[in-house]
């Protein structure tokens, strides 16, 4: 099942204009973590953020976590063509056991005009 | 070195035939997930291997499904007596640590099944 909600499903924004997508979670996180896929094939991992961490920074993206809300953001930066993909959101939780298996949002669809 | 591999990269099947999917994680990565991704979803979890221990099988979705993960290295995803329902992308992935860190996605597999 899934863990939680990302917000919006779809965005769509101009080259160089700032993209934020939202992502809510449910349960507990060790912690969690922003991929992107394109064209609904394998997954590249963007950023993880633990949960005594509340803002990570890599190149052009932000990343912040609010445990008391059970909410992150994810921030992409002037945005380029090249950045169009699907973002989701992945926790990481106490309670999956040992296989520590990632539990993922249902995504968002960003498209980056040119 | 290579990333993680899978085979086939599309597979179309009719409706009660067996299938077997392949993925080859990176080399000396002892953690290997199965996920499936149906269209326009997130992604699943379905089964978790960590070196030679016993496999985490709570995400299979019934018992028509199994894996196993041969010399640690190698694995296959096996359907049997496939439904349409079982129409999805399978992503495998890897990783040199269960849990604390990024997991690393093949290019998955594109199951039809007619």
């Known amino acids: 099942s899934q863990q939680g909600e990302e917000d919006p499903q779809a965005l769509s924004i101009q080259e160089g204009e700032n993209a934020t997508m939202n992502c809510s979670y449910k349960?507990?996180?060790?912690?969690l973590q922003w991929y992107r896929q394109n064209s609904g094939r394998g997954l590249v991992h963007l950023i993880l953020i633990r949960s005594n961490e509340r803002e990570k920074h890599s190149g052009r993206l932000r990343v912040t976590l609010d445990t008391s809300k059970k909410s992150s953001s994810l921030l992409i930066t002037a945005s380029r063509a090249a950045d169009t993909a699907s973002y989701f959101c992945a926790t990481v939780s106490p309670s999956s056991g040992s296989a520590r298996q990632l539990t993922f949002g249902s995504g968002t669809q960003l498209t980056v005009l040119p | 070195g290579a990333g993680v591999s899978q085979s086939p990269s599309n597979k179309v099947t009719e409706k009660g035939k067996d299938v077997e999917l392949r993925c080859d994680p990176i080399?000396?990565?002892?953690?290997l997930y199965w996920y499936r991704q149906s269209l326009g979803q997130g992604l699943e979890f379905l089964i978790y291997?960590?070196?030679?221990?016993?496999?985490?099988k709570s995400g299979l979705p019934s018992d028509r499904f199994s894996a196993e993960r041969t010399g640690g290295s190698v694995s296959t995803l096996t359907i049997q007596r496939t439904q349409q329902e079982d129409s999805a992308v399978y992503l495998c992935a890897s990783s040199s640590l269960a849990g604390g860190t990024e997991q690393y996605f093949g290019p998955g597999t594109r199951l039809t099944v007619t």
């Open positions: 291997f960590q070196g030679n221990s016993a496999p985490d």
């Open positions: 080399s000396g990565h002892t953690a």
């Open positions: 349960t507990s996180i060790n912690n």
